[in-house]
Structures are given as structure tokens and as C-alpha cells.
């Protein structure tokens, strides 16, 4: 029906034009006191017009129109415009301009209930161009054909047709101002749908009235479009306040995200997660990452952890791989190592091996540390090769095995790309000989010195 691009992310908003066509009963003997009450109100609107004499239907006309009437009222719609079409027919029962008003009026009201808009256009057409249309029907059936053009997407006629509307009406409300402001902006005639939904806000805001919750939403479009981020964020915080709304909390968290106020940006998202409002995996992993940047990895960790639990996070090996790193950042390091060992049987290079070994050594786990860094160097697709075997030299002279370490040290040594990275390996390797000859020797004076213990 209503066919909108927006720009919105994390905001994309869909707005719907109204459909509600107003509709009035024709001048018959049946009209009864509806009738009345409107006309009365009608003469009130118009009561500075120039004064004119009123327009009635002929005793034939109206006779033919008591009986269509009758079928109109029981919604027998293909009867009635039938009936409708005869009496269309006849030069002689309906003849006068404003009795071909009320035969248009019906026409439209019938095609409009049959679903048939284009007719109904052509209808009420018709009765805003007639000779016998009095001023405030034309006013009125204006308005509904914006609306029917509206609905068949034709948004230049029912501009047309409301701006048209807006210069003869007499009080012009918030909603009329919003409809037109929605078909501008369906028209990429933003300038003019920011200047109406701004001018609708006003009117009710000057009366102490709430501005209605599209309102904003449109507005909240228009200035997002317009990258005014600032402003957007104080529309959201009305919205929170008057229409709270989870997806306004996530669009504000996202906005405050833009404006780099972080701290704001981690309230709002908490506040969201909090009440389980947060069902996607990429909602999840982003307020852990959240944390993760506030330098609280622990709080990060919980929450990829329960997700996981929940099944809303997949345990891939990269989930897996940030569940580890926060569980490491925040000194858990047994929780590190369960996360990594499963993200390293998901891996297809050997970089979460080489980051295991380092933990390993870390817990003094030094055959651990050397078989997961040898893993790493066999499967491949380390970032840092000699950080890699950096590690398997250290896991290796704690295993008194310092020829393999030596040679470690050299591969790490034959990888590094700068001095700096260079100037380890070669310490450790001094390290090595020196230890290993310093205990060779108390082996050769009748010391038990353990030996190479990484088999």
C-alpha cells in the first residue's frame, strides 16, 4: 500500500498514510437528523461566506434516491449501483447540477465500498469540479480524494488535492498537517513534510496537548535522513518518556552510540538487555563488546556466557573466541581456557592454539603450552609466528628441555620482522645455553637433575 525508504538501521520505520475516507450521507429524504447536525455545523464553518440560497433535490430525484437508499443500507453494493447507473440514465429524473452532485457523491461512496478506488476517483472528481457542488462539499470530497489518492499510491494528485484542501479550509487540525506532511515526504519533498509535521507538533504543543507518537516518529525520520543526530536523540527521549518503547531504547542507545557518549549509549542498551528485550545474537555480542570497551570484561563474559546458555549466541569459534578473551581479560583464566579449546576445534588456522599455549604457561601448564604451540606452528595461520614459538622456547627450558627451546628460540628468531621483535628470542636463547650448561655440569658431578620432560 504504502511503499516507504527510509535510511534507518539498528532505526527503519515504517509510517502508513490513513485510510479513513470520510464519507456523508446524500441529501435524501432519509438523511434524517445526521443530516441536520452536519449541515448545522457546516453553516457554523461557513458562516462569513456569502450568503446563497440552499440547493435542494426535486421530488422525482429524491424518490429515485429513497430507493437506492434502501439497498445502500443493507450493502447489497452491486444492486445499489445498478439502480444508480439507471437513474444516471435518465435525463429526466435527475437533472439539475446539484442533483448530479448527489449522484457523483453516491457513486463515489458505492465504488469506495466495492474496493474500486479508481472509480471512486473518477466520482468525487467529478463533484469537486461540478457546477451544483456546493463550496463546503467540494472543501470535504477534496480531502477524501487525497486520501483515495493516497491509498493508490498516487502521491502528486493527492498533494495536489490537500494543499488545495488546506488554502480554502477553515480550521486545518495537528492530523490534516501530518497527512500532508507523510505525502511530501513520499513525494522526497523533505524540506515541506519537516516544515508541516513540525507546524502539526506546534499546534497541539501550544494547546498543552501530547503530540501524538507518529508525529514524532515521522520527524524523528526526516532529521535522521538529515544525519542531525542531536536532534534525533532528543525526539527519542520523548518518546522513551511518552510512548517508552523498547525499540526506542535500542534507537537511542544506537544514536547516543553515534554521538560517541558511550557511557549513555551502555545505560539505555543495559536497561534494554535487563528486561530480555534483546533476542538477537548481534544485539547480544554488541553490548558485550559494549563492555568490553568499558574495561569490564567480567560483566562482558557473563553475558556471551548466558547468551550462549540461552541459545541465542551460537558457539561458533569466533564467539567462542571473544568469550575467551573476555574471560582472560578479566583474570578468569580457567574460564579462558574452556572457551578457547572449544573456539580452537571450530578454527581452521592455528591462532587460537597459539593464544592457548600462552595461557597455558601462564598456569604453569608447561606441556600443555609447548603441545598447543607446536599445534599452532603445525596447522598454520598464526598472526605472530614468533610470539608462537617465543612461548613453546619458555614451556620448553621450564621442561629442561633447552636444545628444543634453542631451537624454538632460532625459528622465533628466524620469523621476528624488527629488532625489536628479534631481541627476545636471542636473550632466551643465551638463556638456554647458559642454564643448560650450567646444569649439564651438575649432572656430570653426580646430581639428579630431572630432564627433558615433554614427552
Same mark, same amino acid.
Given at each position: 500500500?504504502?511503499? %516507504?525508504?527510509?535510511?534507518?538501521?539498528?532505526?527503519?520505520?515504517?509510517?502508513?498514510?490513513?485510510? @479513513?475516507?470520510?464519507?456523508?450521507?446524500?441529501?435524501?429524504?432519509?438523511? $434524517?437528523?445526521?443530516?441536520?447536525?452536519?449541515?448545522?455545523?457546516?453553516?457554523?464553518?461557513?458562516?462569513?461566506?456569502?450568503? #446563497?440560497?440552499?440547493?435542494?433535490?426535486?421530488? !422525482?430525484?429524491?424518490?429515485?434516491?429513497?430507493?437506492?437508499? @434502501?439497498?445502500?443500507?443493507?450493502?447489497?453494493?452491486?444492486?445499489?449501483?445498478?439502480?444508480?447507473?439507471?437513474?444516471?440514465?435518465?435525463?429526466?429524473?435527475?437533472?439539475?447540477? =446539484?442533483?448530479?452532485? *448527489?449522484?457523483?457523491?453516491?457513486?463515489?461512496?458505492?465504488?469506495?465500498?466495492?474496493?474500486?478506488?479508481?472509480?471512486?476517483?473518477?466520482?468525487?472528481?467529478? @463533484?469537486?469540479?461540478?457546477?451544483?457542488?456546493? &463550496?463546503?462539499? #467540494?472543501?470535504?470530497?477534496? =480531502?477524501?480524494?487525497?486520501?483515495?489518492?493516497?491509498?493508490?499510491?498516487?502521491?502528486?494528485?493527492?498533494?495536489? *488535492?490537500?494543499?488545495?484542501?488546506?488554502?480554502?479550509?477553515?480550521?486545518?487540525?495537528?492530523?490534516?498537517?501530518?497527512?500532508?506532511?507523510?505525502?511530501?515526504?513520499?513525494?522526497? /519533498?523533505?524540506?515541506?513534510?519537516?516544515?508541516?509535521?513540525?507546524?502539526?507538533?506546534?499546534?497541539?504543543?501550544?494547546?498543552?496537548?501530547?503530540?501524538?507518537?507518529?508525529?514524532?516518529?515521522?520527524? /524523528?525520520?526526516?532529521?535522521?535522513?538529515?544525519?542531525?543526530?542531536?536532534?534525533?536523540?532528543?525526539?527519542?527521549?520523548?518518546?522513551?518518556?511518552?510512548? &517508552?518503547?523498547?525499540?526506542?531504547?535500542? *534507537?537511542?542507545?544506537?544514536?547516543?552510540?553515534?554521538?560517541?557518549?558511550?557511557?549513555?549509549?551502555?545505560?539505555?542498551?543495559?536497561?534494554?538487555?535487563?528486561?530480555?528485550?534483546?533476542?538477537?545474537?548481534?544485539?547480544?555480542?554488541?553490548?558485550?563488546?559494549?563492555?568490553?570497551?568499558?574495561?569490564? &570484561?567480567?560483566?562482558?563474559?557473563?553475558?556471551?556466557?548466558?547468551?550462549?546458555?540461552?541459545?541465542?549466541?551460537?558457539?561458533?569459534?569466533?564467539?567462542?573466541?571473544?568469550?575467551?578473551?573476555?574471560?582472560?581479560?578479566?583474570?578468569? %583464566?580457567?574460564?579462558?581456557? $574452556?572457551?578457547?579449546?572449544?573456539?580452537? #576445534?571450530?578454527?581452521?588456522? $592455528?591462532?587460537?592454539?597459539?593464544?592457548?599455549?600462552?595461557?597455558?604457561?601462564?598456569?604453569?601448564?608447561? !606441556?600443555?603450552?609447548?603441545?598447543?604451540?607446536?599445534?599452532?606452528?603445525?596447522?598454520?595461520?598464526?598472526?605472530? &609466528?614468533?610470539?608462537?614459538? %617465543?612461548?613453546?622456547?619458555?614451556?620448553?627450558?621450564?621442561?629442561?628441555?633447552?636444545?628444543?627451546?634453542?631451537?624454538?628460540?632460532? !625459528?622465533?628468531?628466524?620469523?621476528?620482522?624488527?629488532?625489536?621483535?628479534?631481541?627476545?628470542? #636471542?636473550?632466551?636463547?643465551?638463556?638456554?645455553?647458559?642454564?643448560?650448561?650450567?646444569?649439564?655440569?651438575?649432572?656430570?658431578? $653426580?646430581?639428579?637433575?630431572?630432564?627433558?620432560?615433554?614427552?
Amino acid at each position: 500500500m504504502c511503499k %516507504l525508504t527510509t535510511n534507518i538501521m539498528a532505526f527503519c520505520v515504517a509510517l502508513t498514510l490513513p485510510l @479513513v475516507v470520510s464519507m456523508w450521507v446524500p441529501d435524501t429524504a432519509l438523511s $434524517g437528523s445526521l443530516q441536520a447536525a452536519q449541515e448545522e455545523k457546516k453553516e457554523k464553518k461557513y458562516k462569513n461566506a456569502k450568503t #446563497r440560497q440552499r440547493q435542494s433535490v426535486g421530488a !422525482k430525484c429524491g424518490k429515485a434516491l429513497e430507493k437506492l437508499q @434502501v439497498t445502500l443500507e443493507e450493502e447489497l453494493w452491486a444492486d445499489s449501483l445498478r439502480s444508480l447507473q439507471n437513474i444516471e440514465a435518465s435525463k429526466k429524473t435527475c437533472k439539475s447540477d =446539484y442533483e448530479q452532485t *448527489q449522484i457523483w457523491k453516491f457513486s463515489g461512496y458505492i465504488y469506495y465500498s466495492l474496493d474500486d478506488f479508481p472509480n471512486a476517483i473518477k466520482a468525487y472528481r467529478k @463533484v469537486v469540479n461540478g457546477i451544483g457542488t456546493p &463550496p463546503e462539499v #467540494r472543501l470535504d470530497t477534496r =480531502y477524501t480524494l487525497a486520501q483515495l489518492y493516497a491509498s493508490e499510491e498516487d502521491y502528486v494528485n493527492s498533494a495536489e *488535492q490537500l494543499e488545495a484542501w488546506l488554502a480554502e479550509a477553515t480550521i486545518v487540525g495537528a492530523d490534516q498537517r501530518y497527512f500532508l506532511a507523510q505525502i511530501y515526504y513520499q513525494l522526497e /519533498r523533505k524540506r515541506d513534510s519537516l516544515n508541516m509535521v513540525e507546524l502539526a507538533i506546534s499546534d497541539v504543543e501550544s494547546r498543552g496537548i501530547l503530540p501524538k507518537e507518529r508525529y514524532w516518529g515521522l520527524q /524523528r525520520v526526516l532529521y535522521y535522513e538529515k544525519s542531525d543526530y542531536q536532534t534525533v536523540i532528543a525526539i527519542l527521549e520523548k518518546l522513551v518518556k511518552h510512548y &517508552p518503547k523498547w525499540s526506542y531504547w535500542k *534507537q537511542l542507545g544506537g544514536m547516543y552510540g553515534e554521538r560517541e557518549r558511550e557511557i549513555d549509549r551502555l545505560v539505555s542498551t543495559e536497561l534494554v538487555y535487563l528486561n530480555d528485550e534483546l533476542k538477537k545474537e548481534s544485539e547480544v555480542m554488541s553490548m558485550a563488546y559494549m563492555y568490553l570497551g568499558a574495561e569490564v &570484561p567480567y560483566r562482558a563474559a557473563k553475558i556471551i556466557d548466558r547468551g550462549m546458555e540461552d541459545g541465542i549466541i551460537e558457539r561458533s569459534a569466533k564467539n567462542l573466541e571473544v568469550l575467551g578473551t573476555a574471560w582472560y581479560q578479566s583474570r578468569d %583464566l580457567d574460564g579462558a581456557v $574452556g572457551a578457547l579449546e572449544e573456539a580452537s #576445534r571450530k578454527a581452521d588456522n $592455528g591462532n587460537l592454539q597459539a593464544r592457548l599455549a600462552g595461557i597455558y604457561l601462564d598456569l604453569g601448564r608447561d !606441556k600443555d603450552a609447548y603441545r598447543a604451540a607446536a599445534r599452532a606452528a603445525k596447522k598454520g595461520g598464526v598472526k605472530r &609466528p614468533d610470539s608462537n614459538f %617465543l612461548v613453546m622456547g619458555n614451556a620448553l627450558i621450564n621442561l629442561n628441555c633447552f636444545k628444543d627451546a634453542i631451537s624454538a628460540f632460532n !625459528k622465533s628468531l628466524k620469523k621476528a620482522k624488527d629488532k625489536k621483535s628479534k631481541k627476545y628470542p #636471542r636473550q632466551w636463547i643465551k638463556f638456554a645455553e647458559s642454564e643448560g650448561s650450567r646444569l649439564q655440569k651438575l649432572r656430570d658431578v $653426580g646430581l639428579k637433575i630431572r630432564g627433558c620432560g615433554k614427552g
